[in-house]
Protein backbone atom coordinates (compact mmCIF):
# COMPACT_ATOMS: atom_id res chain seq x y z
CA UNK A 1 0.00 0.00 0.00
CA UNK A 2 1.05 3.61 -0.30
CA UNK A 3 3.51 5.31 2.50
CA UNK A 4 4.57 8.66 2.92
CA UNK A 5 7.16 9.74 4.56
CA UNK A 6 7.87 13.79 6.21
CA UNK A 7 11.11 15.41 6.95
CA UNK A 8 12.19 16.98 9.21
CA UNK A 9 10.20 15.82 12.07
CA UNK A 10 11.59 19.48 13.41
CA UNK A 11 12.36 22.41 11.65
CA UNK A 12 13.59 25.47 13.24
CA UNK A 13 13.86 28.69 11.53
CA UNK A 14 14.50 32.34 11.43
CA UNK A 15 11.58 34.55 11.83
CA UNK A 16 11.96 35.67 7.85
CA UNK A 17 14.07 32.50 6.61
CA UNK A 18 12.19 30.61 4.04
CA UNK A 19 11.70 26.98 5.48
CA UNK A 20 11.16 23.67 3.10
CA UNK A 21 9.00 20.29 4.34
CA UNK A 22 9.72 17.24 2.39
CA UNK A 23 7.19 14.57 1.48
CA UNK A 24 7.71 11.02 -0.37
CA UNK A 25 5.10 8.73 -1.29
CA UNK A 26 5.42 5.04 -3.05
CA UNK A 27 2.78 4.56 -5.19
CA UNK A 28 3.07 6.49 -8.37
CA UNK A 29 -0.91 6.28 -8.86
CA UNK A 30 -1.29 8.80 -6.15
CA UNK A 31 -2.37 12.09 -7.80
CA UNK A 32 -3.55 13.87 -5.09
CA UNK A 33 -1.42 16.03 -1.76
CA UNK A 34 -2.59 18.40 0.16
CA UNK A 35 -1.15 19.84 3.08
CA UNK A 36 -2.40 21.05 6.67
CA UNK A 37 -1.54 23.04 9.45
CA UNK A 38 -2.03 22.48 12.68
CA UNK A 39 -2.03 24.69 15.22
CA UNK A 40 -1.54 24.10 18.60
CA UNK A 41 -4.78 23.20 20.51
CA UNK A 42 -6.31 23.56 17.21
CA UNK A 43 -7.76 21.65 14.32
CA UNK A 44 -5.64 20.26 11.08
CA UNK A 45 -6.56 23.15 8.14
CA UNK A 46 -6.06 22.67 4.65
CA UNK A 47 -3.21 25.31 3.59
CA UNK A 48 -2.63 23.97 -0.09
CA UNK A 49 -3.23 21.51 -2.17
CA UNK A 50 -1.90 19.97 -5.88
CA UNK A 51 -3.11 17.37 -8.24
CA UNK A 52 -0.98 15.32 -10.52
CA UNK A 53 -1.54 17.32 -13.65
CA UNK A 54 0.55 20.83 -12.11
CA UNK A 55 4.09 20.72 -10.73
CA UNK A 56 3.69 24.10 -8.58
CA UNK A 57 0.93 25.89 -7.17
CA UNK A 58 1.58 28.94 -5.27
CA UNK A 59 -0.75 31.50 -2.39
CA UNK A 60 0.75 33.91 -1.44
CA UNK A 61 3.81 32.93 1.00
CA UNK A 62 3.05 29.49 0.65
CA UNK A 63 3.93 26.90 -2.19
CA UNK A 64 3.79 23.92 -2.95
CA UNK A 65 5.91 21.55 -5.92
CA UNK A 66 5.44 17.59 -6.85
CA UNK A 67 7.99 15.59 -8.77
CA UNK A 68 6.13 12.96 -10.00
CA UNK A 69 9.06 10.94 -11.46
CA UNK A 70 11.31 10.98 -8.44
CA UNK A 71 7.67 10.47 -6.28
CA UNK A 72 8.60 13.94 -3.47
CA UNK A 73 6.68 17.15 -3.01
CA UNK A 74 7.44 19.98 -0.93
CA UNK A 75 5.67 22.48 1.26
CA UNK A 76 7.52 26.22 0.60
CA UNK A 77 7.00 29.15 3.00
CA UNK A 78 8.71 32.30 2.31
CA UNK A 79 9.45 35.41 4.64
CA UNK A 80 8.35 33.16 7.59
CA UNK A 81 6.57 34.74 10.54
CA UNK A 82 5.74 33.74 13.81
CA UNK A 83 1.83 32.84 13.17
CA UNK A 84 3.50 30.18 10.81
CA UNK A 85 5.20 27.66 14.07
CA UNK A 86 2.76 24.87 14.08
CA UNK A 87 2.84 21.46 12.92
CA UNK A 88 2.51 20.40 9.21
CA UNK A 89 1.05 17.18 8.01
CA UNK A 90 1.38 15.81 3.81
CA UNK A 91 -0.81 13.37 2.79
CA UNK A 92 -1.14 11.80 -0.60
CA UNK A 93 -4.36 10.04 -2.16
CA UNK A 94 -5.45 7.95 -5.01
CA UNK A 95 -8.77 8.99 -6.52
CA UNK A 96 -9.54 5.55 -6.85
CA UNK A 97 -9.79 4.75 -2.93
CA UNK A 98 -10.31 8.50 -1.69
CA UNK A 99 -8.81 7.35 1.01
CA UNK A 100 -5.41 10.17 2.32
CA UNK A 101 -2.25 8.34 3.87
CA UNK A 102 -0.40 10.68 6.48
CA UNK A 103 2.95 11.74 6.70
CA UNK A 104 4.14 12.10 10.40
CA UNK A 105 4.44 15.75 10.59
CA UNK A 106 6.57 18.01 11.02
CA UNK A 107 7.15 21.16 13.95
CA UNK A 108 8.14 24.28 12.61
CA UNK A 109 9.11 26.78 14.52
CA UNK A 110 9.76 30.34 13.76
CA UNK A 111 12.63 31.88 16.12
CA UNK A 112 12.11 35.73 16.78
CA UNK B 1 -22.03 26.93 5.84
CA UNK B 2 -21.85 25.56 9.56
CA UNK B 3 -18.64 23.57 9.96
CA UNK B 4 -17.73 20.13 11.06
CA UNK B 5 -19.04 19.54 14.39
CA UNK B 6 -18.08 16.99 17.04
CA UNK B 7 -19.60 15.87 20.39
CA UNK B 8 -18.72 15.59 23.16
CA UNK B 9 -15.52 18.04 23.20
CA UNK B 10 -14.28 15.98 26.53
CA UNK B 11 -14.72 13.30 27.74
CA UNK B 12 -13.24 11.11 30.72
CA UNK B 13 -13.78 7.10 31.27
CA UNK B 14 -12.43 4.39 32.88
CA UNK B 15 -10.77 1.21 31.65
CA UNK B 16 -13.03 -0.79 30.91
CA UNK B 17 -15.63 1.06 29.83
CA UNK B 18 -17.51 2.17 26.25
CA UNK B 19 -17.22 5.40 24.89
CA UNK B 20 -19.79 6.93 21.93
CA UNK B 21 -18.47 9.89 19.85
CA UNK B 22 -20.52 11.88 17.31
CA UNK B 23 -19.72 13.75 14.03
CA UNK B 24 -22.09 15.99 12.47
CA UNK B 25 -20.57 16.94 9.03
CA UNK B 26 -20.55 19.81 6.84
CA UNK B 27 -23.68 19.79 4.86
CA UNK B 28 -24.07 18.29 1.68
CA UNK B 29 -20.76 16.74 2.70
CA UNK B 30 -21.02 12.45 2.47
CA UNK B 31 -17.92 10.84 3.62
CA UNK B 32 -16.69 10.90 7.59
CA UNK B 33 -13.38 9.53 7.61
CA UNK B 34 -12.14 9.24 11.99
CA UNK B 35 -8.46 9.69 13.43
CA UNK B 36 -7.03 8.94 15.97
CA UNK B 37 -3.94 11.64 17.25
CA UNK B 38 -1.78 11.26 20.35
CA UNK B 39 1.44 13.46 20.98
CA UNK B 40 4.04 12.72 19.11
CA UNK B 41 2.44 10.20 16.65
CA UNK B 42 0.29 12.02 13.95
CA UNK B 43 -2.75 11.07 12.36
CA UNK B 44 -3.59 7.47 12.81
CA UNK B 45 -6.58 7.22 10.11
CA UNK B 46 -9.55 4.76 11.99
CA UNK B 47 -12.31 4.49 8.90
CA UNK B 48 -13.55 6.69 6.86
CA UNK B 49 -17.87 5.85 5.71
CA UNK B 50 -19.64 7.12 3.00
CA UNK B 51 -23.10 6.66 1.90
CA UNK B 52 -24.09 4.02 5.48
CA UNK B 53 -21.10 1.91 4.38
CA UNK B 54 -17.03 1.90 5.54
CA UNK B 55 -15.72 2.27 2.62
CA UNK B 56 -12.06 2.60 4.12
CA UNK B 57 -10.83 0.79 7.48
CA UNK B 58 -7.11 1.45 9.01
CA UNK B 59 -5.21 -1.03 11.43
CA UNK B 60 -6.90 -0.41 14.64
CA UNK B 61 -8.32 -3.55 16.67
CA UNK B 62 -11.94 -4.81 16.84
CA UNK B 63 -12.71 -2.61 19.74
CA UNK B 64 -13.33 0.74 17.35
CA UNK B 65 -15.76 0.67 15.11
CA UNK B 66 -18.27 3.08 14.06
CA UNK B 67 -21.90 3.57 11.56
CA UNK B 68 -22.74 6.19 9.59
CA UNK B 69 -26.60 7.55 9.71
CA UNK B 70 -28.58 8.48 6.52
CA UNK B 71 -28.06 12.01 7.38
CA UNK B 72 -24.30 11.43 7.10
CA UNK B 73 -23.56 12.08 10.79
CA UNK B 74 -21.67 9.74 12.22
CA UNK B 75 -20.52 7.56 15.43
CA UNK B 76 -17.66 5.73 16.49
CA UNK B 77 -17.78 3.58 19.13
CA UNK B 78 -14.60 2.37 21.59
CA UNK B 79 -15.36 -0.67 23.59
CA UNK B 80 -13.67 -2.20 27.11
CA UNK B 81 -11.78 1.01 26.67
CA UNK B 82 -7.48 0.81 27.93
CA UNK B 83 -5.67 3.41 28.87
CA UNK B 84 -3.42 4.04 25.21
CA UNK B 85 -7.08 5.00 23.91
CA UNK B 86 -6.33 8.13 24.96
CA UNK B 87 -6.15 10.74 22.52
CA UNK B 88 -7.91 13.50 20.91
CA UNK B 89 -10.42 11.79 18.03
CA UNK B 90 -10.85 13.73 15.02
CA UNK B 91 -13.06 13.27 12.19
CA UNK B 92 -13.07 14.96 8.86
CA UNK B 93 -15.79 15.23 6.09
CA UNK B 94 -15.64 15.66 2.50
CA UNK B 95 -18.03 16.40 -0.76
CA UNK B 96 -17.12 12.62 -2.64
CA UNK B 97 -17.12 14.18 -5.69
CA UNK B 98 -17.23 10.51 -8.00
CA UNK B 99 -13.40 9.91 -8.82
CA UNK B 100 -11.79 12.71 -7.52
CA UNK B 101 -10.42 12.96 -3.67
CA UNK B 102 -11.76 15.80 -1.89
CA UNK B 103 -10.78 18.40 0.71
CA UNK B 104 -11.33 16.75 4.58
CA UNK B 105 -12.61 19.44 6.90
CA UNK B 106 -12.18 18.85 10.10
CA UNK B 107 -13.99 19.23 13.05
CA UNK B 108 -12.62 20.70 16.60
CA UNK B 109 -11.95 17.01 18.06
CA UNK B 110 -12.99 15.01 21.34
CA UNK B 111 -10.13 14.47 23.83
CA UNK B 112 -10.94 11.30 25.43
CA UNK B 113 -8.69 10.69 28.63
CA UNK B 114 -9.00 7.06 30.09
CA UNK B 115 -8.14 6.57 33.39
Known amino acids: GENVEQHPSTLSVQEGDSAVIKCTYS??????FPWYKQELGKRPQLIID???NVGEKKDQRIAVTLNKTAKHFSLHITETQPEDSAVYFC???????????WGAGTKLIIKP | KAGVTQTPRYLIKTRGQQVTLSCSPI?????VSWYQQTPGQGLQFLFE???????NKGNFPGRFSGRQFSNSRSEMNVSTLELGDSALYLC??????????????FGPGTRLTVL
Open chain 2, 92 to 105: ASSFNTVGVTDTQY
Open chain 2, 27 to 31: SGHRS
Open chain 2, 49 to 55: YFSETQR
Open chain 1, 27 to 32: DSASNY
Open chain 1, 50 to 52: IRS
Open chain 1, 91 to 101: AASMDSNYQLI
